[in-house]
């Protein structure tokens, strides 16, 4: 049992937990992930470490409620349990020597563009932060990305409610262009990374991507996660998460993601009939 | 003189009876192929009272030499025999941990039923059987009441197990007979490796599994699922801040392949691997009461030839499929899998599609919609004997489906490896070992599909138990003085 010691509402649909597993958070590093199950009838699913400290025991991850299982997590609470947790799963996010890098955190990837940057920034990188997001309501860490030692942040959002209002592709557009940037990381949904991708392959900007295909273990044993990059099948569980952004097929991945959609949504329809939230 | 042949002096002596095989009773094949319930109903005690009356008991009992753990197959027959059960028990748990599993999985017809002196004239002695009608007699006891091996003496050595599959779970429980604390770390939420998440409800209920491994615990041993050895702790941390004295490595090899052929990723192509896990590990057929999900294909093609593509196939049947398809690029005499299996596979309706080679999968908005294959033909035995299949030319034709599953077999796992740079592995990735499982890091030991490649439990509960063997000559040598 994983004892939860920490929750947080960020927004309408994205929480912060924090767990105890002194063994994980002695060995997470940015950009890598774990498994859960919430209960014995559980699914297991990937999220990425938020935050984690080694000394004090814990690891910390940010989810969107999208289905059941991230439905039931958003009802737990600081004293309930988890009943598994794996990792740190996946190889962590390259950060050494990049001189000028812009990092891109779409919606919820801007939990996992926090540690990144940060990491980054630690390893004497120059990092231009842009977070994307539909409006205001669904910004998260603004106050946390602005504590860092980073150059810049910049906030786009769709309706403009916050920050410049357009996507976070304006700003790296103009990055690129004015050539002030060596490199650039985005994380967020398939379709953001997709563009990203796009707009710096004009500028031969190199571009990773951290990619989220469907997984099952998480370590390598089923094939559930393979993407396509450069047209080699690679298992994202151990071979990323993180990939060369020009060489992934976004399409595949992004098909591959929708395959149990219609299922899921019956299994979530059944729970939230029982559920007393509001969702 | 051993107590066994003792008893036998003093007993009338055993006329063997000239029956034919006695039959296992099996769930009706149109009834099975709806549901998971284990399709061998195992013997009853007049059942296998009967058999064990088949056996000559040879002065010379050849079937012990085909058994690859030489369990005293000749004694335990004759505990059934006189009515000695427990004595019967105590003599297979001598060699084998896990009987009522390996009764129900060994490939028993190539191995010591085989090798029994009946196989010559006619029917072997059906020992796999009688095993595992013993092994769920000792199942059937109270926990208090079972055939426990004798933990030894508390040593203070600290050995860890990574995998908790059979030879993971071989070798601990060897190794508590020797007084050693054993931490088995297991990477997924249940223990049991291939017997919890490969082999299917069907041929190996789960609960039998379960109880196996509950004997283990009440033998001491710490069981940690969890805990990716690579991940959470490398072997570096296990030997060094961990404190263990030595580690057993048994992590299996299960790294699964996929065909190379265009169309593979798209949706409703699955590994065998990613197929049985989400039914037998995840629960998927109780979805939505468990919350994994798996396509419930209405057109299923196996590709493969062993024991995993009947798995599959078999598991996609009683998933509600209304047409399941064997692709396999040779003939059905070729096929790896257990003879028992095929004809299984063949009365459950699955329908074999030999001498095809798959050479694309098609679809349509991204799910699965054919494959197209290509016949073959096999040439003439080489002189290995081997006839290799080639392919016809302008032969491809389309299976229509809308689930494909790749049964090709697995590789070794880098997980573990990648992180221990100084442990040697083979060009393959396996990891080296000498006969008795050491590895070139001292005090690390190795055993099962990660240094044989994909092979059989009982192969992998061996090389576990010589391991530990090992590992106790390895603990002595290094005493701490
Ligand atoms: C390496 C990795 C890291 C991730 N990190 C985070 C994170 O930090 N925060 C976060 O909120 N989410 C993250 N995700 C996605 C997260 O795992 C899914 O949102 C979660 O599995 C959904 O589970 P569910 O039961 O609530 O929804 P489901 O009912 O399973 O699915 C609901 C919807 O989400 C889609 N979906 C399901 N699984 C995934 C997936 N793996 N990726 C994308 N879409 C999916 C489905 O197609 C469906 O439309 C990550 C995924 C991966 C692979
Ligand atoms: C579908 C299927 C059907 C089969 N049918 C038969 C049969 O009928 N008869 C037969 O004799 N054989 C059969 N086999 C083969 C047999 O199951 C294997 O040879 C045997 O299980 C190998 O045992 P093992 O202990 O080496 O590995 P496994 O059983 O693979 O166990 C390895 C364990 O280690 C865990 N692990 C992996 N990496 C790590 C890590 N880094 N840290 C911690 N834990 C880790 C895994 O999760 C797993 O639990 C079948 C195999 C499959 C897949
Ligand atoms: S372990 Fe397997 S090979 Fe050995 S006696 Fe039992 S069934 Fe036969
Ligand atoms: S070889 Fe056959 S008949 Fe002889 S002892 Fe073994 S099982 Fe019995
Ligand atoms: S999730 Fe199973 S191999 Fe990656």
Not at chain 1, 38 to 53: C, M, Q
Not at chain 2, 428 to 450: H, L, M, Q, S, W
Request: proline letters at 5%; one cysteine or more.
């Amino acid at each position: 049992m994983f004892p939860i010691v920490y929750q947080r509402q960020l927004s309408a649909s994205v929480f912060e937990m924090g767990v105890t597993a002194p063994a994980i958070a002695r060995k997470a590093r940015a950009g890598q992930f774990l498994m859960l199950r919430v209960d014995e009838h559980g699914e297991r699913i990937p999220l990425t470490f938020s935050d984690w400290s080694a000394e004090e025991g814990w690891v910390r991850f940010i989810f969107m409620r999208v289905g059941k299982t991230t439905h039931q997590l958003s009802h737990l609470v600081a004293g309930d349990s988890l009943v598994d947790v794996v990792g740190p799963l996946g190889v962590a996010t390259h950060v050494e020597g990049l001189g000028r890098v812009a990092v891109m955190g779409g919606g919820v990837g801007a939990a996992v563009a926090y540690p990144v940057a940060r990491a980054m920034a630690e390893a004497g990188a120059e990092v231009t932060v842009i977070l994307g997001a539909r409006n205001r309501e669904l910004l998260i860490l603004e106050d946390e990305f602005r504590a860092l030692p980073i150059k810049e942040l910049i906030v786009m959002t769709d309706d403009g409610s916050a920050g410049e209002k357009g996507l976070v592709t304006a700003p790296l557009k103009r990055l690129c262009e004015a050539g002030e940037i060596d490199s650039s990381m985005a994380i967020g949904p398939a379709i953001m990374m997709k563009f990203c991708a796009a707009t710096t392959k004009e500028f031969d900007v190199p571009i990773t991507v951290s990619l989220n295909p469907i997984m099952v273990d998480g370590t390598g044993m089923c094939g559930a996660c393979r993407v396509s990059v450069g047209g080699e099948t690679k298992f994202g569980c151990v071979d990323g998460p993180d990939f060369d952004g020009h060489a992934v097929d976004f399409e595949q991945l992004m098909s591959r993601q929708r395959v149990y959609s219609d299922i899921e949504r019956e299994a979530d329809a059944d729970f939230s009939k029982e559920c007393s939230c509001h969702l | 003189m051993s107590p066994v042949e003792d008893a036998a002096a003093e007993k009338p002596r055993h006329r063997p009876s000239r029956a034919p095989r006695t039959p296992m009773p099996e769930r009706d094949a149109r009834e099975r192929a709806m549901t998971f319930d284990e399709v061998g109903l195992g013997y009853t005690e007049e059942m296998a009272v009967a058999e064990a009356n088949r056996c000559i008991q040879c002065k010379n009992p050849t079937c012990i030499e085909g058994c690859p753990v030489n369990i005293d197959i000749k004694s335990f027959i004759a505990g059934i025999i006189e009515g000695d059960y427990t004595r019967a028990i105590a003599v297979l748990k001598e060699r084998n941990a896990l009987p009522a599993v390996c009764g129900r999985v060994c490939p028993q017809e190539e191995q010591c039923e085989a090798s029994c002196v009946l196989a010559r004239k006619g029917e072997p002695v059906a020992i796999g059987r009688l095993e595992r009608w013993l092994g769920d007699f000792d199942l059937s006891c109270d926990l208090e009441h079972r055939c426990a091996p004798v933990v030894g003496e508390p040593s203070g050595r600290r050995v860890a197990v990574v995998g908790s599959g059979p030879a993971g779970l071989a070798c601990a429980g060897e190794l508590r007979r020797f007084g050693h604390a054993v931490t088995v770390f297991e990477s997924l939420h249940a223990p049991g490796g291939v017997l919890t998440y490969g082999i299917p409800e069907f041929r190996l209920p789960k609960a039998i599994v379960q109880a196996e491994i509950e004997m283990l615990e009440v033998m001491g041993v710490e069981l940690v699922t969890d805990v990716v050895v690579g991940a959470t702790y490398t072997l570096d941390d296990l030997l060094g801040e961990e404190g263990f004295d030595a580690v057993f490595v048994g992590n299996g090899a299960g790294l699964p392949m996929f065909l190379g052929v265009p169309g593979e990723n798209l949706n409703g192509v699955y590994s065998a691997n990613e197929f049985l896990t989400r039914v037998n590990l995840m629960k998927a057929y109780e979805f939505p009461t468990y919350d994994t999900p798996v396509a419930r294909g209405r057109k299923v093609a196996v590709v493969g030839g062993g024991n995993v593509a009947m798995d599959a196939a078999r598991t996609a049947k009683r998933l509600g499929a209304e047409e399941v398809f064997l692709v396999y690029r040779r003939s059905e005499d070729e096929m790896p899998a257990r003879r028992e299996e095929v004809h299984h596979a063949r009365e459950e309706g699955i329908e074999f599609k030999m001498l095809c080679s798959p050479a694309e999968i098609v679809g349509r908005d991204g799910f699965v919609t054919g494959m197209v294959a290509t016949r073959m033909e096999l040439t003439e035995p080489d002189a290995s004997g081997r006839r290799a299949p080639v392919c016809v030319l302008d032969s491809d034709f389309t299976i229509e489906c809308d689930t494909v599953i790749i049964a090709l077999g697995t590789r070794a796992n880098p997980l573990l490896s990648q992180t221990t740079p100084d442990l040697e592995v083979s060009s393959r990735g396996y990891i080296v070992t000498d006969e008795d499982g050491a590895t070139n890091k001292p005090g690390v030991f190795a055993g099962g599909d990660i240094v044989t490649g994909s092979a059989t439990v009982i192969l992998a509960m061996g090389a576990g138990k010589k391991a530990a063997q090992a590992i106790d000559r390895w603990l002595d040598a290094t005493k701490r003085s």
